[in-house]
């Protein structure tokens, strides 16, 4: 079985066709072939038709091997082209090797033929390649220059920007080209540690791991400050060397509403701890989730969190009959008792038990709260002893 191989012939003669098919298949190829002799024969197979060569008469009635070449160049194909002709002169070989053929036979020695057919089809699989590794190349450099996010690449010898996409620009403040050769702790901020004491750290990290992620305080050209979440990793630039290259965003708006939910948080846990009730927020399981102050001093020494309020409060291994958060998981409605504690020296609490609700309405969690009512048990026990 022979390696297939299309082939495109432009000449008049199939005797001629024949005598290239034989000498292809004695060279280990097996032809799928067509032959033409007008231009306009020609367009019709180019568009019906992919062939992997073209062997083409120099000179032909009413048609040519430069003719055939040129209505290749303008379809835009790169098909191996040799002409294979009678001998014409050495400046028509020069001629056709000029204009892009990729040889000149000599139909009285095809002994050539087959060795150059493998030539041109190996140069035209690596022209291929090199065009999509450059296309390639091409798409992701514009994918990187129209980033939202800051690319920059740093040479890992020096640590010296070597190309930054137009984000990088707008972020810091800087004039195109204007970062070029530039260290990059230029853009570290000043902190504690100082920014060269942070490049460093993230240098080290580099060499020692090839990647660094995290939050980094950065300063634009203006001396204003910002932070930046960086993802940086390790590659071989042709061109430069090994390379840093560090996708960077802006999160200064993300830390701020971060910082404020953390204020909230500690002032929500702040007023939660402030209660002299006894406060849990419980899972659907029972098991305390969140305790404030009072109930983790009540119970000091012992595990709260994680351990079902039941076991917690009553020392059960189940709810009681009548207890307010399995009827608040049940109805989803606030629910109450009151409870005697053996576990609280016996006191008396008033336990409200209170929903909390997914947006779909399913009860997730409950706020369990429990009052300490032992002195209002004994007035009231006091009240009707006297009566």
């Given at each position: 079985?022979?390696?297939?191989?299309r082939?495109?012939?432009?000449g008049d003669?199939?005797d001629?066709?024949?005598?290239?098919?034989?000498?292809?298949?004695?060279?280990?190829?097996?032809?799928?072939?067509?032959?033409?002799?007008?231009?306009?024969?020609?367009?019709?197979?180019?568009?019906?038709?992919?062939w992997?060569v073209?062997l083409a008469e120099?000179s032909?009635?009413?048609f040519?091997g430069?003719?055939?070449?040129?209505l290749?160049k303008e379809?835009?194909?790169?098909?191996?082209f040799?002409?294979?002709?009678?001998?014409?002169?050495?400046?028509?070989?020069?001629?056709?090797?000029?204009?892009?053929?990729?040889?000149?036979?000599?139909?009285?020695n095809?002994?050539?033929?087959?060795?150059a057919?493998?030539?041109?089809?190996?140069?035209?699989?690596a022209?291929r390649?090199r065009?999509?590794?450059?296309?390639?190349?091409?798409?992701?450099?514009?994918?990187v220059?129209?980033m939202?996010?800051?690319?920059?690449?740093?040479?890992?010898?020096?640590g010296?920007?070597?190309?930054?996409?137009?984000?990088?620009?707008?972020?810091?403040?800087?004039?195109?080209?204007?970062?070029?050769?530039?260290?990059?702790?230029?853009?570290?901020?000043?902190?504690?540690?100082?920014?060269?004491?942070?490049a460093?750290d993230i240098?080290?990290?580099?060499?020692?791991r090839?990647?660094?992620?995290?939050e980094v305080?950065?300063?634009?050209?203006?001396?204003?400050?910002?932070?930046c979440?960086?993802?940086?990793?390790?590659?071989?630039?042709?061109?430069?060397g090994?390379?840093?290259?560090s996708?960077?965003?802006n999160?200064?708006?993300?830390?701020?509403?971060?910082?404020?939910?953390?204020?909230?948080?500690?002032q929500?846990?702040?007023?939660f701890d402030?209660m002299?009730?006894?406060?849990a927020?419980?899972?659907?399981?029972h098991r305390?989730?969140?305790?404030?102050?009072?109930?983790?001093?009540?119970?000091?020494?012992?595990r709260?969190l994680?351990?079902?309020?039941?076991?917690?409060?009553?020392?059960?291994e189940?709810?009681?009959?009548?207890?307010?958060?399995t009827?608040?998981?049940?109805?989803?409605?606030?629910?109450r008792?009151?409870?005697r504690?053996a576990?609280?020296?016996?006191r008396?609490?008033?336990?409200?038990?209170?929903?909390?609700?997914?947006e779909?309405?399913?009860?997730?969690?409950?706020?369990h709260?429990?009052?300490?009512?032992?002195?209002?048990?004994?007035?009231?026990?006091?009240?009707?002893?006297?009566?």
């Open positions: 079985m022979g390696t297939p191989l082939v495109l012939i432009v003669s199939d001629d066709a024949q005598l290239l098919l034989r000498e292809l298949e004695r060279r280990g190829y097996e032809p799928t072939w067509s032959r033409l002799d007008t231009a306009e024969a020609m367009k019709a197979s180019l568009d019906e038709e992919t992997d073209v120099y032909l009635p009413r040519s430069l003719a055939a070449l040129t290749l379809r835009g194909l790169d098909v191996p040799i002409v294979v002709s009678d001998p014409v002169g050495e400046e028509a070989a020069v001629t056709a090797l000029q204009a892009g053929a990729g040889d000149y036979i000599l139909k009285d095809l002994t050539r033929l087959a060795a057919v493998e030539r041109e089809l190996r140069e035209a699989e022209r390649a065009k999509q590794a450059e296309e390639t190349i091409r798409l992701q450099g514009e994918i220059q129209n939202a996010e800051g690319v920059q690449l740093v040479r890992s010898s020096d010296a920007i070597v190309y930054v996409n137009p984000a990088v620009e707008r972020m810091f403040g800087y004039d195109a080209g204007e970062l070029a050769g530039k260290p990059f702790s230029l853009l570290l901020a000043p902190g504690e540690r100082g920014s060269e004491r942070t460093d240098m080290q990290s580099l060499k020692d090839g990647v660094w992620r995290g305080r950065k300063v634009k050209k203006d001396g204003t400050t910002f932070w979440e960086l993802n940086v990793s390790t590659f071989d630039h042709p061109e430069y090994r390379v840093w290259v996708v960077a965003e999160v200064t708006e993300r830390k701020r509403a971060e910082e404020a939910l953390s204020q909230l948080a500690g929500w846990q702040d007023t402030a002299q009730d006894l406060v927020i419980i899972d659907a399981d305390v989730v969140r305790a404030n102050a009072a109930l983790r001093q009540a119970f000091l020494g012992e709260v994680g351990t079902h309020c039941y076991t917690l409060l009553h020392g059960t189940a709810p009681p009959p009548n207890c307010p958060a009827q608040a998981f049940s109805t989803g409605r606030p629910a008792a009151e409870l504690e576990r609280l020296a016996d008396w609490l008033d336990v409200f038990a209170y929903p909390i609700k997914d779909e309405g399913a009860v997730r969690h409950v706020v709260v429990a009052r300490d009512i032992t002195e209002q048990k004994r007035s009231e026990e006091a009240l009707r002893e006297r009566g």
